[in-house]
C-alpha cells in the first residue's frame, strides 16, 4: 500500500499517555520513539510494498511484523519476523527489497528516513546507531541463509529457540505467526513443519499446548540439536 494512502499517522507528541515500545538508549529505535508518528495495522495488510520508495523507518510498539517476497515460481519467501522493540525498513538503496505485512494486529512508529539521515549527520551517536542497526539486519540475512543449509528438523528446533529467546515468558512460547509462515520463513512445507513438530513433541522436548503455543520441555537437548 503506498504511504499516500495511508491515513494520516499521530503525532509523537501525543503517545505520552500511550504504550510505547521497550526503548534502548543504545539502538536506532530510541530515535524513532522519540520523533515517531503511530500508525495501526490490521492483520495481514500491508505496511509497505516491495520495490517502493524507502521513505521511512518502522519501529514495532505492538504485534508482529514479517517482510516477504515472491519468488518466479509464485512461491512465498518470508525473510524476517520483527516484535515489539524491533526496527525494520531499513534499506541499502532507495526501494524497500521486500514487501512488509501485519503478521497479527499490529501499531508501529514511522519516521520519515531523511529526517533519521539528517539527525545523523548532526549527532555522531545517531549516526553510529544507524551503522549498528544496517549492521544487524545484515547479520539478520546472513544468519538466515546460514539456517536454510540446515535439515528441516535443525531449522524448526533453532526457529523454536528464537522465538524463545525474545518470549517474555521465557520456555513458554506464543507463536504470532501461522505455521504457514513458519514454513515460509524456513524454506520448508508446511506438512514439513507440523511432522517436526509433532516427532519433537514424542521425544519430550517440546509440549504443543495449542496450535500457537509450545512449551520447551528440555532447552538444552533443543540447543544440541540446533547446533
Known sequence: MPMNAMPQP????????????????????????????RMSFPKNAE????GEPADYLYQVVSGTVRTSTF????????????????VF????GDEHALSAEAASDVTVLLVRRSAVLGLAER?????????????????????RMLLLIKSAQERVVGFLLEMAAQSPGGNA????????????????????????LTALQGTAMIELTSSRRIRLRNPAALQDLAA
Not at 123 to 136: H, I
Open 47 to 50: 505496511i509497505y510494498g516491495e
Open 71 to 86: 519468488m518466479a515460481d509464485g512461491r512465498r519467501q518470508i525473510g524476517g519476523f520483527y516484535r515489539p522493540g524491533d
Open 123 to 143: 549527532d555522531g551517536d545517531v549516526a553510529r546507531q544507524l551503522w549498528g542497526a544496517t549492521a544487524r539486519e545484515l547479520t539478520r540475512a546472513q544468519r
Open 173 to 196: 512460547v506464543e507463536l504470532p505467526m501461522t505455521r504457514q509462515d513458519i514454513a515460509d520463513y524456513l524454506g520448508l512445507t508446511i506438512e514439513t513443519v507440523s511432522r517436526t
Open 89 to 92: 525498513g531499513l534499506e541499502i
Open 10 to 37: 499521530s503525532p509523537a507528541s501525543d503517545l505520552s499517555s500511550r504504550a510505547q515500545p521497550r526503548p534502548d538508549r543504545s539502538d536506532l529505535g530510541q530515535s524513532i520513539a522519540l520523533m515517531g508518528a
